[in-house]
Structure formats: structure tokens, C-alpha cells
């Protein structure tokens, strides 16, 4: 039961790159989520999904897209990478979902630095 | 829009007790977190309380609420070196459906 996994762990992009992260979850989780963390600020979520087949966008949607592709798999994808999208990626899950107090499930994260 | 905030550093001695402050601005919060983070991990969840609590307690955690203040603490007793980490404070709400709101963290370091 490896919980969360996020890959790749590193990653420098060019600007105007394009990238996925990849995020699955073995604990039959409904719910999957985006965040990204940056200095001196908690975590800010990008995107989520409620259940499979469902996405929708969270507070910094900006520059991102999603796919649930079933229901153990989130990705979350930068089209035209910018250096303001330097940042380490959370991807996190849970059962129920945030508004019935839920446990979040977080994976190591993804460290990206686009130059 | 909702807020939460806390200080960035605290610095106690070994054995000594925490005490890590929060305060946040949804008056709606159902929900109030207290996450970790070590280095180089993800977010680990501490414990939580329901907003219609005062108090939790669980082993070396102690977690006040006082909603009419809108704050929230978190007391680690006996505190080791294994506690070093950032903390998190967060809030989500019926509301804000599956938002959650984090605030900026703290980072607690231990002196000898």
C-alpha cells in the first residue's frame, strides 16, 4: 500500500515547455487534489476532483489542466511553462471529500523549476 | 475572501511545551486542521477539530478552538527533536465545498 505517489520528484522545464505530473492513489480514494506551495505561503489549491469523471478548478486554476483519468489517476498538465509556475506540487486525496472534515492523504511532491 | 495566518518561526527548547497559533477570518469554518510537513515530505495530517468543539486532545496534541476569537491553537507537550517541522494551520467549510484554506505555516525548531 504505497498511499500517494507523484512522479517524476524533480523537474527543470524552458519556458514554454510543456509538462504532466502524474499522480495515483492505491487507497480507493473518491476525491483527488492539486496544490502547489511556495515560499512563505501554504498550500494553494490548483484543481480537484470530487469523484472520477469529475474536475473542477480550485483558487490558482491559471495555466493548468487536469484529467482523472479513473478514479486511482490525477494528472495535472502545464501547457506553456512559466517561471511563475516555479513551485513544489502536492498532489493529495481523500475519501469523502474537504466539507466532511475528511482526512487529505498527501503524496512527496513534485519540485519544478522552470527557467 | 477567507484568510488564515499565523507566525512564521517559533523556536522552544527541548521538554519544553509548543504552542503554535492561528487565527482565521471564515466565520462559516466547519472544520479547522493542523497539518505537518518535514523536510523534503508532503503534508501529513496532525488531527482536526469540528467547529462545534472547544477542546481535542490526543497523546502530546492539544488543540483549543475559540470561535468567537476565531483561533486556534495547537499545544505539543514535551517537546523532542522529532517535532521539528513546519506546521500548518487550515480551514474548510461547508460553504467553500471542497476548498480547503491553508495558512502559510510555521516552523518550529528545537534548542537543546
Known amino acids: 500500500n504505497a498511499g500517494v505517489t507523484q512522479t517524476p520528484k524533480f523537474q527543470v522545464l524552458k519556458t514554454g515547455q510543456s509538462m504532466t505530473l502524474q499522480c495515483a492513489q492505491d487507497?480507493?480514494?473518491?476525491?483527488m487534489y492539486w496544490y502547489r506551495q511556495d515560499p512563505g505561503m501554504g498550500l494553494r489549491l490548483i484543481y480537484y476532483?470530487?469523484?472520477?469523471?469529475?474536475?473542477d478548478k480550485g483558487e490558482v486554476p491559471n495555466g493548468y489542466n487536469v484529467s482523472r483519468l479513473n478514479k486511482r489517476e490525477f494528472s495535472l498538465r502545464l501547457e506553456s511553462a512559466a517561471p511563475s509556475q516555479t513551485s513544489v506540487y502536492f498532489c493529495?486525496?481523500?475519501?469523502?471529500?474537504?466539507?466532511?472534515?475528511?482526512?487529505?492523504?498527501f503524496g512527496p511532491g513534485t519540485r519544478l523549476t522552470v527557467l | 475572501g477567507e484568510d488564515v495566518e499565523q507566525s512564521l518561526f517559533l523556536s522552544v527548547r527541548e521538554g519544553d511545551s509548543s504552542v503554535i497559533n492561528c487565527t482565521y477570518t471564515?466565520?462559516?469554518?466547519?472544520?479547522l486542521y493542523w497539518y505537518k510537513q518535514e523536510p523534503g515530505a508532503g503534508l501529513q495530517l496532525l488531527t482536526y477539530?469540528?467547529?462545534?468543539?472547544d477542546m481535542k486532545q490526543d497523546q502530546r496534541l492539544t488543540v483549543l478552538l475559540n470561535k468567537k476569537d476565531k483561533h486556534l491553537s495547537l499545544r505539543i507537550a514535551d517537546t523532542q527533536t522529532g517535532d521539528s517541522a513546519i506546521y500548518f494551520c487550515?480551514?474548510?467549510?461547508?460553504?467553500?465545498?471542497?476548498?480547503?484554506?491553508f495558512g502559510s505555516g510555521t516552523r518550529l525548531s528545537i534548542r537543546p
Open positions: 493529495a486525496s481523500s475519501d469523502l471529500g474537504l466539507a466532511e472534515g475528511d482526512t487529505q492523504y
Open positions: 487507497m480507493n480514494h473518491n476525491s
Open positions: 476532483s470530487a469523484s472520477e469523471g469529475t474536475t
Open positions: 471564515d466565520s462559516s469554518s466547519t472544520y
Open positions: 477539530i469540528f467547529s462545534n468543539m
Open positions: 487550515a480551514e474548510s467549510s461547508y460553504s467553500s465545498a471542497s476548498k480547503i484554506i
